[in-house]
């Protein structure tokens, strides 16, 4: 059963990895909006889009169902940084979030507020 499951994530990402991301902007100014646009040109370079897209939930909730859940607050964004960096399961369903140990805490923070200012 594992092994389809992974075998699903492998070929939707695959799929999903010939669709177009779509920016949304993040309405906030200042230094904010600065760490926002990092955090999205950051997540570009990631594998984020094969498992999520801004406004509709694929493997992972949609985006802006994650910036509805979480107020951004300091503790928010480090939660879902160290999600980013070590993945996990459970909050949204059984099917796993690939860990993405090689990003840097820093990066991870700039992803998770990019994120978490699209709630609007």
């Given at each position: 059963m594992k092994i389809k499951i992974l075998a699903a994530i492998i070929a939707l990402g695959?799929?999903?990895?010939?669709s177009n991301?779509?920016?949304v902007p993040t309405g906030y100014?200042?230094?904010?909006?600065?760490?926002?646009?990092?955090g999205e040109l950051i997540m570009k370079k990631q594998d984020c889009a094969t498992c999520h897209k801004i406004d509709k939930k694929v493997i992972g909730p949609s985006f802006l169902d994650i910036a509805k859940k979480y107020p951004m607050n300091d503790k928010n964004i480090n939660y879902l940084s160290d999600k980013i960096i070590k993945g996990g399961s459970g909050v949204w369903g059984t099917i796993p979030m690939a860990a993405?140990?090689?990003?840097?805490?820093?990066?991870?923070?700039?992803i998770a507020k990019y994120i978490l200012s699209l709630n609007k």
């Open positions: 695959a799929l999903s990895s010939f991301y779509e920016s100014s200042g230094k904010e909006d600065i760490q926002a646009s990092e993405h140990t090689a990003l840097k805490k820093d990066d991870a923070k700039k």
